[in-house]
């Protein structure tokens, strides 16, 4: 299975991207996907993660209510719509893919503080907002 982010860019505070993960698998459908970020000097930060039905999904505290996952099950595709965005929000930021249980994802395991492993990885986009 392979990720291929796209969509990054440099944005003013306060405006819009809309980043891509391509999955390239048939049964692409069968894993959670999710979206993890790591700004400069900071560790890797869940960000968004969508059941494999799509039904369930799930935000970091500090991006609900501006951030959106999608699928296009057309297209082999997920998405991360991100509204609102902050300086803060610069990082580059990485697709995964996992067949984790969805209540596992973008979640720490509380016996190591790690996050639960993902199982596949993107490259990774770079997203920038500065005025």
């Known amino acids: 299975l392979q990720l291929v982010e796209s969509g990054g860019g440099l944005v003013q505070p306060g405006g819009s991207l809309r980043l891509s993960c391509a999955v390239s698998a048939l049964t692409w459908n069968y894993y959670t996907i999710a979206w993890f970020r790591q700004a400069p000097g900071k560790e890797r930060e869940g960000v968004s993660c969508?059941?494999?039905?799509?039904?369930?999904?799930i935000y970091t505290d500090s991006v609900k209510g501006r951030f959106t996952i999608s699928r296009d099950n057309t297209k082999n595709t997920v998405y991360l719509q991100m509204n609102t965005l902050k300086p803060e929000d610069t990082a580059t930021y990485y697709c995964?893919?996992?067949?984790?249980?969805?209540?596992?994802?973008?979640?720490?395991?509380?016996?190591?503080?790690?996050?639960?492993?993902?199982?596949?990885w993107g490259e990774g986009t770079l997203v920038t907002v500065s005025s």
């Open positions: 969508m059941s494999s039905s799509g039904g369930s999904t």
């Open positions: 995964a893919a996992s067949r984790l249980q969805f209540s596992q994802c973008i979640q720490r395991n509380p016996s190591t503080g790690d996050y639960y492993p993902m199982d596949y």
